[in-house]
């Protein structure tokens, strides 16, 4: 096997040599070796490479200068793998005769490098061969289907094969995929094979042409084939997610771009590669999909009449958050009956019974009288008792609504997360953004500083309003921001007053996450952090805006599952 | 009190409600700042620094002010052509540098990363784009950049681009000399040279491209024998003023000011006395800013930085009598451009010719030019003997590089050099 990572690699010509080249598309669980050998701020997809290629099973690696991480890459497992055929192609950034002429005289110089290191000769004829089959088989798969599904395509760099089982799995169909490899071959350089015949002459020419004409990547210096792609598909796709890997330079400016222009939803995603973040993006599409089977009008609307009209019955949410667990059992009418807020355990689903419990006992209700139960939050999935779990994105959208009809901007801050969603008029998601994998800005960042401060969390707002002097605590990680506090305490500053820098910090985190999705009048704050009014002060203040805040806003999530169980059974 | 933050403080002030007079006010900053440095500067610094630093600041001063005669570029862009056309060139490094010298960085770090950006992106990129969307930065003639070393570069000038419709011209840099690849680059450097006389309706004049292209070998040879002299002599020097010589090693090179630095510094250092002080080479990027090492290093009695690799990344004698075609191998021989071995290679060479003390990196927040190839490169160096420190942080933004981090390491790092050790 030969690994590849780029579309720009000559895999037909490879192929030609006898070469059997594999796309690497690497799901790890470590960086162990990456991290002794590259730097841990160097993008993810490399070190996943440098991962997978420890593990052995390739002959070597086809790279290409796509991007520094790449090619620093190449360094290190030219340092590592001596033995290995580690080959960098370089390809040209413009698409014009000249260039065309180099890269083809590049991808000859591969092909005799790789023949003296396997003793493999190219056939021009096996070239001519495989293009001709690549642009028929293309022409075979062109008559597509035209799904009733969500129609999601996927965009950015590097998508996990995970990312696209989500969208399928949710009632979704991707319906391109122009992430680093993702498009399939023939699709991508079929239409620049036409004049490919047993007659051709120049074989590698054509296929050094139709390597750099194909739709372009970020790296090229016009890129704009890219949005006129995605404009051809007018309506014809519901939503578009944008993967980015972390520290990844390249992406991230095209999905800013699209964020302004495009009338399609878009969700940016940024993922290390690894099982572990699949938690936070499991979450992410799944609540995209639900917003956008709202917008298609496929959610399963409330139907009025029969349901109202018959006898009483109850409905249970719950959100099972990293920091509480809440429930609300809510009646037939929309009345909260009654609510919990317990502490969550070291087991989400333990911690849902007792909250479930806790509930019941409060209401007097018993078990079978809940005709449904939806759960929500981070561990909603552990919870079996639950009919259905639906995301905390459409449950505080729900939740927030139910308290507040002029609600069009939330702010969620939890216990390990953070996010901000915006409402259309009609109250559903138009769009939401999540903190990143990182603590700054959520409950427990200003748990970590209550303790280094050594106050209860409950009173560090109160402290706060006693502050008389500005300080600001100016890191962005919580453990950093942790030793600037101790250092301000050990300058004697007044508690008071660090407490207001920490709040002041959370809020500059927090409206920069709302800006993400825009700052829409009617701004709501949800979460067991928007009991703290020093937060709220400063978030006002920074805002130059009144936020609303329920009376309980630990339980918004909760109330929205409710409603959505709500909704369940009157369908 | 701090003048910079309490000047940036006013600025800031403004940017919400008033961008346009933000900028109006970054401008005055930079014009004020020029007059302190020419009048009012600190005494111990030698006068050839002061007339760098004095130019470094108010060329980009006079650029912004006259944004028609003003080129936005990255730092290896080919100056010396759009120098042809009465262009300046104001390197978006030096612009986000001198934001953060007025402690604004985080409030347009902050604007670009919520428009999207994604915060694992080079602070100085941040910074700039942030500007940019601000409307603090008048708008140029053109803009001009490579794929040089970093990735990002294309990418911000094709956002800004998108934003102002700025002509924009990259220069496509392929990875290894070759004869087709000098063809390429020139071919470019035509095309480019083509697309400013549209835009500045002057003629390229080959003549001047010579002139400026024997300017910039001359001025090379003063600044090699500076620095040959700089490690036997004193010469008191900052970060800030060790970070200023880039405008003379690259955006101003092939004018008459560098030359003249150069040759002011290379007379000035002989009256110096020979120094006993410990020299450390510096790799890649200099965080001005962090004060644990400005405590340390600003006119360091102990040791000082007398040497780097960014200065010297292409010191060849370039042909004169082929203008184009010596600009275009400069930036394909860059020692910034290509395999990192090349580059730890040239590195390696360096500090054996210079033969410092010890040696020092600093990886930048989101930089794969450092962060990627730091292993390969201490190793390298472990090859000459020299000890090496490696740090990490924000060369632009405060906020994501911690002082009291940084000094434990930089401390400990001298407490090893005292002691002759040989890495850290």
Not at chain 2, 25 to 50: C, M, N, T
Not at chain 2, 393 to 410: E, H, L, M, Y
Request: with cysteine.
């Amino acid at each position: 096997m030969l690994g590849y990572v780029c579309k720009y690699t000559p895999v037909e010509l490879l192929e030609a040599m006898g070469a059997e080249p594999v796309r690497i598309q690497p799901a790890v669980t470590s960086f162990n070796h990456a991290d002794a050998l590259m730097h841990p701020n160097v993008c993810s997809y490399a070190k996943a490479v440098l991962e997978v290629m420890a593990e052995g099973g390739y002959e070597g690696i086809v790279l290409t200068s796509c991007c520094d991480a790449i090619r620093r890459l190449e360094d290190v497992l030219k340092e590592q793998y001596p033995e290995k055929f580690i080959y960098m192609l370089d390809v040209p950034r413009k698409v014009n005769d000249f260039s065309i002429g180099i890269y083809r005289k590049r991808i000859l110089e591969l092909a005799d490098a790789y023949s003296a290191f396997s003793g493999k000769v190219y056939s021009r004829e096996a070239l001519i061969e495989i293009l001709e089959r690549e642009r028929e088989s293309a022409r075979i798969n062109a008559a597509g289907e035209k799904p009733d599904k969500l129609r999601v395509g996927i965009i950015g760099a590097r998508c996990p094969e995970t990312v696209k089982t989500l969208v399928e799995d949710n009632g979704g169909k991707v319906v391109f995929d122009i992430s680093c490899t993702g498009t399939r071959r023939e699709e991508a350089l079929a239409p620049y094979l036409g004049s490919i015949s047993r007659e051709s002459t120049d074989p590698e020419g054509i296929l050094s042409s139709a390597l750099l004409s194909q739709l372009p990547c970020l790296r090229m210096a016009d890129a704009r084939g890219r949005s006129d792609f995605i404009a051809g598909f007018g309506n014809e796709i519901d939503g578009i997610i944008y993967h980015t890997v972390k520290f990844c330079d390249v992406y991230s400016f095209e999905y800013m771009q699209m964020k302004k222009d495009s009338q399609v939803p878009i969700l940016k995603i940024e993922t290390d590669l690894t099982p572990q973040c699949s938690g936070q993006i499991k979450t992410r599409v799944e609540a995209f999909m639900e917003s956008l089977a709202a917008m298609r009008g496929t959610t399963e609307k409330k139907i009025a009449g029969k349901a109202a009209e018959s006898e009483m019955f109850y409905v249970m949410g719950i959100d099972s958050g990293s920091t509480s667990t809440n429930a609300v059992i809510m009646d037939k009418d929309k009345k909260i009956v009654a609510s919990a807020v317990i502490r969550t355990g070291a087991k989400s689903a333990d911690s849902a019974v007792r909250a479930a419990k806790q509930v019941l006992d409060e209401s007097g209700i018993s078990e079978n009288d809940i005709a449904m139960t939806v759960s929500t939050g981070y561990g909603r999935e552990a919870i079996t008792a639950a009919g259905k779990s639906v995301t905390e994105i459409s449950c505080h959208a729900k939740g927030a609504r139910y308290f507040n009809k002029d609600v069009h901007t939330i702010l969620d801050i939890g216990g390990q997360d953070s996010k901000a969603i915006r409402l259309d008029d009609a109250g559903e998601v138009a769009d939401f953004v999540m903190n990143d994998k990182c603590a700054a800005g959520t409950g427990r960042f200003l748990e970590a500083m209550a303790r280094t401060l050594e106050v209860d969390i409950s009173e560090l707002g109160p402290i706060s309003f006693e502050s008389s002097k500005e300080v600001s605590i100016s890191s962005m990680c919580t453990v950093f921001a942790e030793s600037e506090v101790i250092s301000l305490i050990a300058q004697n500053t007044e508690k008071a007053d660090i407490a207001r820098g920490v709040h002041r910090s959370i809020a500059g985190k927090s409206v920069s996450l709302m800006k993400r999705v825009g700052l829409v009048p009617g701004f709501m704050m949800t979460g067991g952090v928007a009991r703290n009014k020093g937060v709220v002060k400063e978030i006002e203040e920074a805002l130059g805006a009144k936020i609303y805040i329920t009376e309980d806003p630990d339980i918004v999530g909760a109330v929205g599952a409710a409603l959505s169980a709500l909704e369940q059974v009157e369908k | 009190m701090n003048i910079a933050r309490t000047y940036g403080n006013i600025v800031r002030k403004k940017l919400e409600s008033d961008p346009v007079k933000a900028g109006k006010l970054i401008r005055k900053g930079l014009h004020l700042e020029g007059f302190r440095v020419k009048h009012l500067s600190d005494k111990r610094i030698p006068a050839g620094y002061k007339y760098l630093n004095y130019k470094g600041i108010t060329v980009v001063a006079d650029a912004l002010d006259d944004p028609e005669h003003c080129a936005w570029t990255n730092i290896f862009a080919p100056v010396e052509i759009l120098q042809n056309f009465g262009l300046t060139s104001v390197s978006m490094e030096a612009l986000a540098s001198y934001l953060s010298g007025f402690y604004l960085e985080d409030y347009f770090i902050d604007r670009s990363e919520s428009c999207g950006i994604a915060s694992t992106l080079c602070s100085y990129h941040k910074n700039f784009i942030g500007a940019a969307e601000a409307g603090v930065l008048p708008v140029p003639a053109a803009a001009v950049t490579t794929t040089l070393a970093c990735d990002a570069n294309v990418q911000s000038f094709r956002y800004i681009n998108d934003i102002f419709n700025i002509p924009t011209y990259m220069i496509d840099i392929p990875h290894e000399y070759s004869e087709e690849s000098l063809s390429y680059v020139s071919g470019q450097l035509r095309e480019l040279i083509c697309m400013l006389e549209d835009i500045t309706r002057r003629k390229f004049s080959e003549e001047r491209l010579r002139e400026a292209v024997a300017r910039e070998n001359e001025t090379k040879k003063y600044f090699l024998s500076f620095l040959d002299k700089r490690q036997r002599h004193e010469y008191p020097n900052t970060l800030t003023l060790v970070l200023f010589q880039l405008f003379a090693t690259h955006l101003s090179i092939g004018e008459e000011w560098p030359l003249e630095a150069f040759r002011m510094m290379d007379e000035e250092i002989e009256a110096y006395p020979e120094s006993g002080q410990k020299r450390l080479f510096w790799i890649h990027l200099l965080p001005y800013a962090q004060m644990a090492l400005r405590e340390y290093l600003n006119f360091g009695g102990d040791i000082n930085v007398t040497c780097g690799d960014f200065d010297l990344d292409y010191i060849e004698e370039m042909d004169a009598d082929h203008p184009v075609d010596a600009i275009a191998r400069k930036m394909i021989l860059n020692i910034y451009n290509g395999g990192f071995e090349r580059k730890a290679d040239a590195i390696a060479d360096m500090i054996r010719k210079y033969d410092p003390d010890g040696v020092v990196e600093f990886c930048h927040w989101g930089c794969s030019q450092s962060s990627g190839g730091v292993m390969l490169m201490k190793e390298k160096v472990r090859e000459t003997g020299k000890p090496m420190l490696i740090l990490d942080g924000d060369a632009v933004d405060r906020r994501n590089s911690p002082d009291g981090q940084i000094k434990t390491r930089f401390e400990a790092f001298l407490e090893l050099l005292g002691k002759g050790g040989e890495t850290a």
